[in-house]
T-cell receptor
Framework: EDQVTQSPEALRLQEGESSSLNCSYT??????LFWYRQDPGKGPEFLFT???AGEEKEKERLKATLTKKESFLHITAPKPEDSATYLC??????????????FGQGTTLQVKP | SQTIHQWPATLVQPVGSPLSLECTVE??????LYWYRQAAGRGLQLLFY??????ISSEVPQNLSASRPQDRQFILSSKKLLLSDSGFYLC????????????FGNGTRLTVT
């Protein structure tokens, strides 16, 4: 069964304290791994897509990396405005043309000034 | 550019009442459309998806139904709401290109009382 597990569930950081969020996945053929940011009461906002092991993508203070079993979202020198829930999702090759994503439970990040 | 509209933003309904949530997408054609539900502190659960007009696939047995009367319109309905239908409902779209990310609306917070 395709599955996505994110850790930790919650993370509290001081402003400027770098850290990483983990997304472990088991899928019968990975077509793509997606990272989203979700603010309270809002829909998820797309951040990155990673397609193959070794791939990396960056956006401001965020950097996403991918291995064959997991992905990391590295946050460098975070600011309070980075506080949000970060969601990881995978698309399996077996999803055909449906575009379906399987989501993890998310990591809620709080950055204190 | 593409935009997705979802309404209403919040809804409080009594048990046994009907439900209709609407979602429309602008700026694209032939999108795949999705309804997800997010329970408090949990990940996103796919409820329905559609790859074309009148084509609806259900992911989980439940008290809800979906319809796609037009190419860019997706409706989530219920004839009689249950307390367990409370949650945060999100509509999303993606293009037909493989591994395209989902783009979400801002959601509807449904409380069944």
């Amino acid at each position: 069964e395709d599955q996505v597990t994110q850790s930790p569930e919650a993370l509290r950081l001081q402003e400027g304290e770098s850290s990483s969020l983990n997304c472990s996945y088991t899928v019968s053929g990975l077509r793509g791994l997606f990272w989203y940011r979700q603010d309270p009461g809002k829909g998820p906002e797309f951040l990155f897509t990673l397609y193959s092991a070794g791939e990396e993508k960056e956006k401001e203070r965020l950097k996403a990396t991918l291995t064959k079993k997991e992905s990391f979202l590295h946050i460098t020198a975070p600011k309070p405005e980075d506080s949000a829930t970060y969601l990881c999702a995978v698309q399996a090759r077996g999803s055909g043309n449906t575009g379906k994503l399987i989501f993890g439970q998310g990591t809620t990040l709080q950055v204190k000034p | 550019s593409q935009t997705i509209h979802q309404w209403p933003a919040t809804l409080v309904q009594p048990v046994g009442s009907p439900l209709s949530l609407e979602c429309t997408v602008e700026g694209t054609s032939n999108p795949n459309l999705y309804w997800y539900r997010q329970a408090a502190g949990r990940g996103l659960q796919l409820l329905f998806y559609s790859v074309g007009i009148g084509q609806i696939s259900s992911e989980v047995p439940q008290n809800l139904s979906a319809s796609r009367p037009q190419d860019r319109q997706f409706i989530l309905s219920s004839k009689k709401l249950l307390l367990s239908d409370s949650g945060f409902y999100l509509c999303a779209w993606t293009s037909r290109a493989l591994s395209s990310p989902l783009h979400f609306g801002n959601g509807t917070r449904l409380t069944v009382t």
